[in-house]
């Protein structure tokens, strides 16, 4: 069905969406399968959702795999500006562990193997994120993005084999982006859940390692146009409107 | 039970077909879709009929609706489904309500009634319909047309669709002409005519919560489950 999202432009040509009033069968412009619509392009174009997703976590690897920032609030706005990245969805979970990594990377925090191997590494973030069921935040009651700080955490801490007290670490890292991701309340949003997880995981590693990932405290949304269900000043990073 | 029920039997029981007389179906568009939904409610034997239009009979019209003929052009849509109910079925009444639904008048509208029908052209008054149907928890029965294409969904009580199906633009809707054909009118009303009368029956729809994709070009039939949360 439907595979666009709420105000997003066509990732092909910038075009609005148009709606058909009865689903119309329509080819994906990827894959050429056949699917039921009743959103496509003005211009006629339409990806499905599968392919949709895996473009846009392709954007999200190739971006990090040359990026020299050291600055993860500056590189998760890079990537959430990709026009392959939905205003919600599950590539966000893969998006915060991508940045994470690659800002500690970038920052200089790992070995010399994290450098090294680091192609390895995006790959085992996106497999691990990609598992994370779709609605995770609303069914299971665990923001995707939370996970994705501690797919992170875990990667660097080598967690296969990680000692019961880095463990700990881990699940401390999930725990605080959670305990924010609630305080919001409100509809989801990944570009709040975002930043929130981006934030929280620099907090942390700042406080237990003296590695921070951002210099920044808070930031300012520029994504709130395209979210009908923007709670607005309920949100920590809702700019404030011009007096 | 009446003669003109009898080939109704065994596909209904002469109980089902006697309570049909006491149901209120209120009909939201007697256009294309509507106009033929009507027809088949009545002729079933629904006891009452409120059909809703606020628009008046145009040629371009003559191609589907079933309402419309040469000598009706100018004709109010509701009036004239009214009037052909009277020729067709006198057992059942039809209340023509003259008016385009609006946010004021559409909750009086359809109050009172076991099901509402949406046999609109529009997805702004669809909505509208939806939320008011959601609000005095009345099933409704989506029916849509686009050139070859048709689909229908009965929306439960609790169970909205129309944020999946159009998503929630906040731009005013740009919509993609394919044109109206006459016998996807009419397939797309004779489901929704069908799934309607199972509710009403309690008989429950095999099309609750999801979508029936019809293509009459390349005669494919497909349903879809629409997930009740985004994600
Ligand atoms: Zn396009
Ligand atoms: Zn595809």
């Known amino acids: ?243 | 039970m009446k003669k003109r029920y009898e080939r109704n039997m065994n596909a209904l029981t002469a109980e089902e077909n006697a309570r049909l007389s006491g149901f209120r179906v209120c009909v939201v568009g007697c256009g294309g879709l509507g106009g033929y939904v009507i027809e088949f409610l009545g002729r079933l034997g629904v006891g009452h009929i409120t059909a809703v239009d606020g628009d008046a009979f145009e040629e371009s019209n003559l191609n589907r609706q079933l309402l419309s003929d040469e000598g009706s052009l100018g004709e109010n849509k509701a009036e004239a489904a009214a009037k052909r109910m009277k020729d067709v079925n006198s057992n059942v009444t039809v209340s023509a309500v003259k008016k385009y639904v609006t946010d004021e008048n559409c909750e009086s509208i359809l109050r009172g009634h076991h099901i509402a029908i949406d046999a609109l052209d529009n997805v702004k008054t669809r909505r509208l319909l939806e939320n008011t149907a959601q609000k005095l928890e009345i099933p409704l029965v989506h029916g849509a047309i686009a050139g070859w294409f048709g689909q229908v969904c009965v929306i439960m009580p609790g169970f909205p669709v129309f944020d999946k199906l159009y998503l929630g633009s906040t731009e005013p809707g740009m919509e993609n002409e394919l044109g109206n054909l006459p016998f996807t009118a009419a397939a797309t009303a004779s489901v929704q005519a069908a799934e309607a009368t199972k509710v009403l029956l309690g008989k429950g729809s095999a099309l609750s919560g999801k979508l029936l994709a019809l293509d009459l070009m390349s005669q494919d039939y497909e349903v879809f489950e629409l997930a009740t949360q985004s994600v």
């Open chain 1, 1 to 243: 069905m439907a595979a666009y999202d709420k105000n997003d432009k066509c990732p092909i040509c910038g075009g609005r969406h148009i709606y058909s009033e009865a689903a119309v069968r329509t080819n994906c412009m990827f894959c050429g399968e056949l699917f039921y619509t009743n959103l496509t392009c003005e211009n006629g174009h339409y990806v499905c959702d599968d392919c949709h997703l895996e473009r846009g976590l392709a954007e999200i690897t190739s971006i990090c795999m040359s990026s020299r920032k050291k600055e993860a609030i500056s590189l998760g706005y890079e990537l959430m500006m990709n026009k392959w990245v939905k205003t919600h969805g599950s590539e966000h979970s893969f998006l915060v562990a991508a940045t994470l990594l690659t800002t500690y990377k970038n920052r200089g925090y790992g070995t010399e193997a994290v450098t090294r191997n680091f192609s390895k590494l995006l790959e085992e973030a996106k497999n691990r994120t990609m598992k994370i069921p779709a609605n995770s935040c609303s069914y299971w009651g665990c923001a995707g993005e939370a996970i994705g700080s501690g797919v992170f955490a875990s990667l660097i801490l080598k967690a296969t084999h990680m000692s019961a007290g880095e463990l700990r670490f881990a699940n401390a890292i999930t725990a605080g982006v959670l305990e924010q991701v609630a305080a919001c309340g409100g509809p989801r949003c990944s570009k709040r859940e975002t930043l929130i997880a981006i934030l929280e995981t620099s907090r942390f590693t700042e406080e237990h390692w003296r590695m921070p990932l951002t210099g920044f405290q808070g930031a300012l949304c520029e994504f709130f146009n395209r979210n009908p269900d923007c709670t607005g000043d309920n949100c920590p990073f809702y700019p404030v409107p011009e007096s």
